[in-house]
């Protein structure tokens, strides 16, 4: 990583962790975050992105929404130990479809996770269906279906994917519905 982390809240961006914020969900301690030099759920990026960023956030806004981001920089000290603890607690089979362990973007600062926040409600609005599982995290998980519900999710994601793209951004190699890597 060549350039300095900037912290997304000093640019008045919403989100948090992701890990910071769930981290026993996925077989980790709060000290080994800490240990790992994590001391809080502010959301880090490159200076890069920022422009994009903010220019994705005012196009939500324009809609009563707001761009959140659940994930930025991550370190590969972390994905590393997030693997270990990922296929001990899934199988290595799971892990491997979600955590991209062998070009850890996240390290980068130029990737990203992001949701929509409804401002009015002032929560997530969410893109997949509780209860779904992990194979929902993947887009077009809900391409062929005429469930009103589950096209809704399809529609948001689609959205979702072409407001990031029309910015500088591509869908993952994992072509998680959420997870983008800049690429201007």
């Given at each position: 990583?060549?350039?300095?982390?900037?912290?997304?809240?000093?640019?008045?961006?919403?989100?948090?962790?992701?890990y910071?914020?769930?981290?026993?969900?996925?077989?980790?301690?709060?000290?080994?975050?800490?240990?790992?030099?994590?001391?809080?759920?502010?959301?880090?990026?490159?200076?890069?992105?920022?422009?994009?960023?903010?220019?994705?956030?005012?196009?939500?806004?324009?809609?009563?929404w707001?761009?959140?981001?659940?994930?930025?920089?991550?370190?590969?000290?972390?994905?590393?130990?997030?693997?270990?603890?990922?296929?001990?607690?899934?199988?290595?089979e799971?892990?491997?479809?979600?955590?991209?362990?062998?070009?850890?973007?996240?390290?980068?600062?130029?990737?990203?996770?992001?949701?929509?926040?409804?401002?009015?409600?002032?929560?997530?609005?969410?893109?997949?269906?509780?209860?779904?599982?992990?194979?929902?995290?993947?887009?077009?998980?809900?391409?062929?279906?005429?469930?009103?519900?589950?096209?809704?999710?399809?529609?948001?994601?689609?959205?979702?994917?072409?407001?990031?793209?029309?910015?500088?951004?591509?869908?993952?190699?994992?072509?998680?519905?959420?997870?983008?890597?800049?690429?201007?």
């Amino acid at each position: 990583m060549t350039n300095e982390l900037v912290p997304i809240k000093q640019y008045d961006l919403l989100g948090s962790s992701f890990y910071w914020n769930r981290y026993s969900d996925y077989g980790l301690t709060r000290e080994d975050l800490v240990g790992l030099g994590m001391t809080d759920d502010h959301v880090y990026v490159s200076p890069e992105i920022i422009t994009a960023l903010l220019e994705i956030d005012k196009e939500l806004q324009a809609k009563g929404w707001r761009l959140y981001l659940k994930e930025g920089y991550r370190s590969k000290e972390l994905y590393e130990l997030l693997y270990e603890r990922r296929v001990k607690k899934f199988g290595q089979e799971m892990t491997d479809k979600l955590l991209n362990i062998k070009d850890m973007k996240h390290a980068s600062g130029l990737s990203v996770d992001v949701a929509i926040w409804d401002e009015v409600t002032n929560q997530e609005i969410y893109l997949r269906r509780p209860g779904d599982g992990p194979e929902s995290l993947i887009f077009g998980f809900y391409k062929n279906s005429a469930d009103p519900g589950d096209k809704r999710c399809q529609e948001l994601q689609e959205y979702l994917i072409d407001l990031m793209t029309k910015h500088g951004f591509q869908l993952g190699k994992k072509k998680e519905y959420f997870h983008f890597d800049y690429s201007k």
